[in-house]
């Protein structure tokens, strides 16, 4: 037990702030509700903190996903108090089985549609099919939820923000199945370049996270260089994927720059000339700059 927490506490502590980077980028997926450091009812520290550190190293916009109707909520909320925020709204395909088990989802899904309808949401997202912790048992749960998702972003004229895992060729499918919306981003691209190349032919932006500095990701990074520099976006996935060195430790929008280097170093890019190009591909992606 005592192995445990020392791993806990190992977990929860910050890495140490990156250098700055040269010019400003945009956190596009981000969980600031989701945090180690959580009060004791399971409160979530104001914001500004994370914001401010962020804006420190030059990541100076963050789009904050919710992944359940208490997240979204959440995100709604704090893009409404924080400028330098907006907002992703969904119920995550993990989640979209569960509430059809209880019998909940058409409740939870009309929230949903509510709250993506506000001004501070930019994003109808993540939506999309999981087959890592959800089993055949949840699959028409989970596609029946990705199709009202791809609908509600073309209603509203939001950007679709994909979860895809373990399932590439079944999240095509899908999108080909129902059409896909004007603008789309594959967050936290796990695919090669087949498969980055078959999103890019129907319209993807492609989002790096900082699996892309894992060992075992060359199938990632060939997808990096691959990509058009119009394509690209950049995203922690916070307080998850912490990008190397510091791989296990709670991420945070400030490590956005330790990401950004590997993506410069990877393209063989001036960082300058690749932070203005995803910080414009971004705005692009959500709709304009805030």
């Known amino acids: ?13 910050r890495p140490p702030a990156p250098e700055p980077l040269p010019h400003p980028v945009v956190d596009n ?26 804006a420190a190293v030059g990541v100076t916009r963050i789009v ?23 907002a992703g709204v969904a119920l995550h395909p993990n989640e979209a089985p569960r509430l059809v088990a209880d ?8 929230e949903i549609e509510e709250l993506a309808a506000a001004d501070a949401v930019r994003a109808v997202g993540e939506t999309g099919l999981d087959a890592f912790r959800t089993g055949e048992e949840g699959r028409v749960a989970q596609v029946e939820s990705f199709a009202r998702h791809i609908d509600l972003a073309k209603r509203l004229g939001k950007t679709l923000v994909i979860h895809d895992r373990d399932t590439h060729r079944e999240v095509l499918d ?41 060992k075992n990701a060359e199938p990632q990074r060939e997808a990096l260089r691959l990509a058009p520099s119009d394509r690209i976006l950049v995203e922690t996935d916070a307080p998850y994927l912490t990008p190397s060195p510091h791989r296990g430790r709670s991420n945070a929008p400030y490590l956005v720059p330790l990401t950004m ?22 705005f692009a992606a959500f709709g304009g700059a805030w």
């Open 29 to 54: 997926h981000c969980h600031l509700d989701i945090v180690r450091d959580a009060g004791p009812d399971g409160e979530v520290p104001d914001p500004r903190q994370a914001i401010d550190a962020a």
């Open 64 to 86: 904050q996903i919710g992944c359940d109707l208490r997240g979204a909520r959440w995100a709604v909320a704090a893009a409404g108090e924080h400028p330098e925020l907006v």
């Open 174 to 214: 899908v999108l080909d199945a129902e059409g896909t919306p004007e603008r789309w981003v594959m967050h936290c691209f796990s695919g090669d370049a087949a498969f980055a190349r078959e999103c890019l032919d129907r319209g993807a932006h492609l989002s790096f996270a900082g699996t892309i500095t894992f």
């Open 261 to 282: 280097r590997r993506m410069a170093e990877e393209r063989g890019a001036d960082l300058a000339e690749l932070c203005a190009a995803v910080e414009a591909n971004t």
């Open 103 to 110: 019998g909940t989802f058409e409740a939870a899904w009309a």
């Open 1 to 13: 037990m005592a192995e445990v927490g020392v791993r806990d506490q190992r977990a929860a502590e």
